[in-house]
């Protein structure tokens, strides 16, 4: 998808938060894109799945409530258990791979960390990738890849980075694959930070797509409930976006809350996330993935 399709999608999304007590009609929201109804319909549709209408449906705050409560039960059962169906295809999927305490001194030194910025369903990304694996994700909200390349650098002060297409081209279609990727190699993700950053980044990996947790569910998964706003600080601070999904973390009232990478982006993968993988269908029912009852 052409990153001004991405642009216009996430034009639609905030019009459609701003105006939903409205509900405005496909015109409403083609004007707005500035494109006819029926290409807006056809770009909308080709993105989510599903036409504009009940996309609003599916992303607005009382979804998100709703998502928190009727999934309660599955949250709590898999960080109690450490596995859930949905959650064990999400962690088969990546592999989280943390430096040990020497490698963190060093900073990256001896590390070649290949990068190139790639169009995505959710607008350009910044993918950097070493021998290890993925080693960083950013979504160029509002930032030039110039800055997004400088966090990494920060991240991985002593590594050497080389611009390369012809490297990290590979790994789009990986991270980014047309059909939900069950049975597919993992992917594995290098992540750099303290012990318990890392434990909130192994505890995210159990969310589910399509399914949503708190700061404080994550507080309780890794045994410091009382640690919430270290968490959300930790949540903060992954830079591999999308595969180490803290996109998928909500605070407990249901608001969104913040993202690193833009509010609306959190809204639009979430959305995307719950459509695609089943949560819901095209009446609002709930469906359970035919995979999560035999993993289960």
């Known amino acids: 998808m052409a990153t001004s399709d991405y642009a216009r999608i996430e034009q639609a999304i905030l019009y459609l938060d701003a105006h939903a007590r409205e509900q405005p009609s496909l015109d409403d929201v083609a004007a707005h894109v500035g ?8 770009l909308f549709t080709r993105w989510a799945g599903i036409s504009p209408k009940r996309f609003l449906q599916v992303h607005t705050l009382s979804s998100a409530r709703r998502l928190l409560a009727e999934r309660r039960s599955v949250l709590d059962t898999s960080f109690a258990v450490g596995l859930s169906g949905g959650g064990r295809l999400h962690e088969l999927f990546v592999t989280l791979t943390a430096m040990t305490p020497g490698e963190f001194k060093l900073g990256g030194e001896g590390l070649t960390v290949h990068h190139g910025v790639h169009v995505s369903p959710f607008g350009e990304c910044l993918i950097a990738v070493c021998e290890r694996g993925i080693c960083g994700l950013h979504f160029l909200t509002g930032a030039s890849e110039a800055q997004a390349l400088a966090e990494l650098r920060a991240q991985w002060p ?4 080389v611009e390369s297409i012809r490297e990290t081209a590979p790994w789009v279609e990986r991270i980014f694959p047309e059909a939900p990727p069950s049975g597919r190699t993992p992917l594995s ?4 930070g ?5 434990q909130v ?3 995210l ?3 589910a797509p399509g399914e949503v947790a708190t700061y404080e569910d994550l507080a309780r998964a890794i045994g410091k409930p009382k640690a919430v706003r270290a968490v959300g600080t930790a949540v903060g601070g992954n830079s591999v976006a999308l595969l180490i999904p803290c996109h998928r973390v909500l605070r407990k009232t249901g608001v969104f809350g913040d993202y690193r990478w833009g509010p609306a982006r959190k809204q639009v993968m979430l959305a995307w996330e719950s459509l695609r993988y089943g949560a819901e269908n095209e009446d609002g029912e709930l469906r359970v993935e035919a995979a999560r009852s035999e993993l289960a």
């Open 35 to 42: 494109l006819s109804p029926f290409h807006f319909q056809r």
């Open 158 to 161: 002593k590594a050497t980075f």
């Open 189 to 192: 993700v290098l992540v750099k």
């Open 194 to 198: 303290t012990p318990f950053q890392v």
């Open 201 to 203: 980044w192994q505890a």
């Open 205 to 207: 990996l159990r969310v």
